[in-house]
């Protein structure tokens, strides 16, 4: 995390830099909403071509699956910070991104009632499940946010993080580890779509 502030700091400073010296459009802020969660984004257009963003996105969501035999109550609690290069490839709202997010996100899973695994009933049943801590991101958008002109702008943003695949450490009190192993492996098989993440963005801001 202090890594991306850094960066985002550093982005503010480079932007602020340009706007005195150049008197040039293009740092701008916005605040988005995702399916990696929501928060705020930081911005600066270079020129009609390319610019760069950092953000930070949180949140969760709750959903129940079978998974593995298992009846889970998951929570996914958001905790990422993106840094993407836009290249706007006609010098104007249509962009290809590429970038890498720096990804806590984590999914916990939780189990009650009478639970068989590999042939131990147990009562409750707990699931983290982990991904990579650095996954890239490519995806395409529209918008200018940062804009090269300053005002009120919105974007859009569709693609993919690359997060690997998923790790599943489950605790079940009185189940065999071997059991247990068995189990985790089932999970992570169950859940290796989850590699693949697709990204949806809305947001609104502003360019300074």
């Known amino acids: 995390m202090n890594r991306i502030l850094v960066i985002v700091a550093a982005l503010a400073a480079s932007g602020a830099a340009s706007l005195a010296h150049a008197g040039a459009l293009g740092l701008g802020v916005a ?7 929501y928060g705020v984004e930081l ?3 270079f020129n009609d071509y390319l610019a760069v963003r950092a953000g930070i996105n949180t949140g969760s969501y709750d959903y129940s699956s079978t998974d593995a035999g298992i009846d889970y109550d998951y929570t996914l609690d958001f905790d990422n910070y993106p840094v993407m290069l836009d290249w706007h490839i006609f010098g104007g709202e249509f962009r290809l991104t590429g970038g890498v997010v720096s990804n806590n996100n ?3 899973g939780r189990a009650s009632g009478l639970i068989d695994i590999g042939g131990t009933t ?7 499940i982990t991904f990579n801590k650095s996954s890239p991101y490519v995806g395409l958008g ?5 804009s090269t002109k300053r005002g009120l702008g919105f974007s859009f943003d569709l693609g993919v993080m690359m997060q690997g695949s998923p790790t599943a450490t489950i605790t079940a009190p009185g189940v065999p580890q071997a059991d247990i192993d068995t189990e985790e492996a089932a999970l992570n098989e169950d859940l290796k779509d989850l590699k693949y993440w697709p990204v949806i963005s809305f947001g609104i801001g502003y360019t300074f």
């Open 31 to 37: 605040g988005k909403v995702s399916t990696n969660g």
């Open 43 to 45: 911005g600066y257009r």
């Open 106 to 108: 984590q999914l916990t």
């Open 122 to 128: 147990t009562t409750t049943a707990t699931t983290d």
């Open 142 to 146: 529209w918008g200018a946010l940062p």
